[in-house]
């Protein structure tokens, strides 16, 4: 399924876009992460909260450096590696909400399907298949 980009003729207003959404999700992540012990002030629930949507919010980074990536590259390799962010970025936030809030198995075996590991796994993937993607799309563009 192929989510549709709004193509204006100018994409590079869309790239602006798509940077300065990320970038300033990325900075809103990083005053939560550090401002979270003034902002919570030592109460547990509001600290496992904060610690959920930093969690679910994580893909936002590398999505800001792939931003910065494409940001020079020719509209198609932009516009095919949009498509795939679109439908991968909210995925990635329901899945990670969808996690457990803690790790720790009933047994002594450890559940490694907690949110910081879903996070992590996630942005892991979204880099390593956004980077095939510009590096085919980049590479089937070039003049032979």
């Known amino acids: ?3 549709k980009v709004w193509y204006n003729g100018n994409m590079k207003k869309e790239k602006k876009i798509v940077l300065m959404g990320s970038l300033m999700v990325v900075a809103i992540l990083l005053v939560l992460a550090f401002g979270a012990p003034f902002i919570c002030s030592h109460d547990i ?6 610690g ?4 679910a919010f994580s893909s936002f ?11 020079k590259l020719r509209e198609e390799t932009f ?8 439908g991968f970025v909210p995925l990635s936030i329901f899945l990670t909400f ?7 198995g009933s047994t002594g075996i450890p559940n490694i399907l907690d949110q910081e590991f ?12 956004s980077l095939v993607i510009i590096i085919y799309q980049w590479y089937k563009r070039l003049p032979e």
């Not at 629930?45 to 904060?50: D, E, I, T």
């Not at 959920?52 to 969690?55: A, D, E, P, Q, T």
């Not at 516009?79 to 679109?86: E, I, P, Q």
């Open 118 to 129: 879903v996070a992590f796994l996630l942005s892991a993937l979204f880099l390593i298949i």
């Open 98 to 104: 969808l996690a457990r809030n803690s790790s720790g």
């Open 45 to 50: 629930s509001c600290n496992k909260q904060l």
């Open 61 to 71: 980074l590398p999505l800001l450096l792939l931003s910065l990536v494409t940001y």
């Open 79 to 86: 516009s095919a590696w949009l498509h795939f962010a679109y």
């Open 52 to 55: 959920n949507i930093i969690y």
């Open 1 to 3: 399924m192929r989510f």
